[in-house]
């Protein structure tokens, strides 16, 4: 994942998520530096929302359709 800003482009990427006092951890790397983000659950639960409409799951549909394309037609 990338982000793209006005102080640059940074790649994300995340290693691990759990609870922690009373919100969700998110562990990975940002560039070269270690990260953590912390997510409220109204943060978590709107995220989901956005990823649960129809647009976003057709996307996921078909995603996960070609996927499992490529790898069946793999030799061997």
């Known amino acids: 994942m990338r982000v793209e800003s006005q102080a640059g482009r940074f790649i994300l990427s995340f290693d691990k998520m759990e609870p922690g006092d009373g919100e969700i951890v998110i562990s990975g790397k940002m560039g070269v530096w270690d990260a953590r983000t912390h997510m409220t659950l109204a943060e978590f639960l709107r995220l989901l ?20 394309r490529r790898k069946s037609s793999k030799p061997g």
């Open 49 to 68: 929302g956005m990823t649960l409409r129809p647009r976003m799951l057709g996307f996921l549909a078909l995603a996960l359709l070609g996927l499992s």
